[in-house]
């Protein structure tokens, strides 16, 4: 029965995912979610008791894996700058590898005063986290200098790849590939804090 009930949870979240980009959250509705999933309506119900649940737990899943994996990647560097680079190249090869997501997060979550207001993604804290730590480490071995604060530094460099992402999603054309905005975004930033 679990195997089944997880199942069937995974196909709520793949179909949500791919509704909610396509459609916009609003415009989508449960029935269209089951559709896709090719489930009853009323079996949503059973895991998510609304839609806002469904779109808080496609998030959470993703940041988990997201989590994850940028932990995996900065763990390949030794040299705190090094660390920062693959940072921002991971980031944004995920909006190239995760177009659905990528959509939801920069579009459609941000469109939803009620998730952005209520709800506070602890995932998401530890993966800003991430380069605080990087930038203190980096720090630690007098690599960036000490009078940059790791709090403000971590919002200023995840804002630049966040405007890179929302760019990347909303534009029908690029001028430049990920690799190239990824650089870019770590030459500004690296030579402003490296001592």
């Known amino acids: 029965m679990n195997r089944k009930k997880s199942e069937k949870y995974n196909r709520i979240i793949a179909?949500?995912?791919?509704?909610?980009?396509?459609?916009?959250?609003?415009?989508?509705r449960i029935s269209e979610i089951a559709r896709e999933a090719g489930i009853a309506d009323g079996t949503i119900y059973i895991y998510f008791s609304h839609k806002d649940q469904?779109?808080?737990?496609?998030?959470?899943?993703?940041?988990?894996?997201?989590?994850?994996?940028?932990?995996?990647?900065i763990g390949l560097e030794d040299d705190?700058?090094?660390?920062?680079?693959?940072?921002?190249?991971?980031?944004l090869r995920l909006i190239e590898d995760n177009k659905d997501m990528a959509e939801i997060i920069?579009?459609?979550?941000?469109?939803?005063?009620?998730?952005?207001?209520?709800?506070?993604?602890?995932?998401?804290?530890?993966?800003?986290?991430l380069i605080e730590d990087i930038i203190r480490e980096g720090q630690k071995k007098n690599?960036?200098?000490?009078e940059v604060i790791p709090s403000i530094a971590k919002r200023a460099f995840f804002g630049a790849l966040d405007e890179m992402s929302?760019?990347?999603?909303?534009?029908k054309s690029h001028?430049?590939?990920?690799?190239?905005?990824?650089?870019q975004i770590n030459s500004y930033f690296i030579h402003g804090i490296k001592t």
């Open 143 to 146: 690599l960036i200098k000490k």
């Open 175 to 183: 001028k430049y590939d990920i690799e190239t905005a990824a650089k």
């Open 15 to 28: 179909a949500a995912t791919k509704m909610f980009a396509e459609k916009g959250y609003y415009k989508t």
């Open 54 to 73: 469904i779109l808080i737990a496609l998030f959470e899943e993703k940041m988990q894996e997201v989590l994850d994996n940028m932990k995996r990647q």
């Open 80 to 91: 705190p700058l090094a660390k920062i680079e693959r940072f921002a190249l991971t980031h």
């Open 106 to 129: 920069q579009v459609e979550l941000r469109q939803s005063s009620k998730f952005m207001k209520n709800y506070h993604n602890l995932k998401f804290s530890q993966y800003l986290d």
């Open 166 to 171: 929302r760019y990347w999603v909303l534009s």
